[in-house]
């Protein structure tokens, strides 16, 4: 492979990668009825946070026309929920141009096979840090869990997790489950034949109540045993956000010393996650999270007053 070749194969794999992405979260975002947004919010530092003003108590009372009586002031506060910098990165991809000159591959053809595989796996890691961020942040909120585990998905436990947002229950805007809860469901005739949106191993559908279904068979949603315990979200829109730092980065290099010249390509880039109604904890969380960390319950904080105005509920079940 040429010089020349390989301006050719680095600008198609970045152009592909770029906009293979683009176009998959614009889809994604879409046929998620926006519970997972997946979007372009660049910030410097490590954490991103925003303040808002939190929901009063008692900002209505019973009044007394007959009196002149003080009255109890009540304080309006403000709220912080921080987003937080996830680091990104492949590792060195080995490319030897003889391989390429030996089978007369054309280098934008090449270049196009990786990028496409790497906005595929650009886009599932975010997926599974921003799905895993969910379950542990609700995990951690008891009022808004349902333990479905002596017996696997149904109707009634989707009924039952819905019901833990009460009143406001209609805000859930989709379920995100793996394929096995789903098929559990489809055992008591629960069928539905309209797919939404496909990409990779993601699928999104619909229920009969209007609500999406996004099957995905992410490792976040799965905690091994004996049986195993399934993890399902029902997500409110606005529950997770992925935010793109547009820092994506590409090279490759030329090396000697081996039986043949070889060429490594290596990217690397970042994006921001939050959950609805929790904050990332500096202290514990850290800067630069593993996944480990972002996964871990105790590392995102509820700040939101009431559960109902959290990012969603969770189901568990064998």
Partial sequence: MALSDLAVFQTEAYEVAMEGLD???????????????LSAHPFAGDFDTTAFFARLSGLVRRRNPYTMGAVSAIDLTMLQETMVKVAAGTPPVNLPPSQFRWIQMNPE????????????EMLKDMLHIGLGSAKAAIS???????????????LKALNQGASKFGDM????????????????????????????????TINVR??????????????????????????SL????GAVMVAEQDDFDMNIETS????NINRTLQSEWSYGVSVKGFTWDKTNGGKAPTT???????????????????????INTD
């Fill in 234 to 237: 029902g997500l409110v829109p």
């Fill in 140 to 154: 951690g909120v008891a009022s808004n869990v349902y333990d479905g585990t002596a017996g696997n998905m149904s």
């Fill in 23 to 37: 176009q998959q979260i614009q889809l994604f975002n879409e046929a998620t009825g926006g519970a997972l947004v």
């Fill in 169 to 200: 229950y209609q805000d859930i805007a989709v379920w995100i489950m793996h394929s096995k809860p789903l098929f559990d469901m489809y055992e008591q005739f629960l069928t539905n034949s309209e797919s939404l949106f496909s990409f990779g």
């Fill in 109 to 120: 053809e090449a270049g196009a096979a990786v990028g496409k595989q790497l906005s595929e």
């Fill in 292 to 314: 480990s960390a972002l996964l871990t319950q105790t590392n995102w904080d509820k700040v939101a007053t009431s559960g109902k105005h959290i990012a969603g509920v969770l």
């Fill in 256 to 259: 000697n010393g081996l039986e």
């Fill in 206 to 231: 619909q229920d009969p109540f209007g609500r999406r279904i996004v099957i995905t068979d992410d490792s976040a949603l799965v905690t091994a045993g004996s049986p195993a315990t399934y993890h």
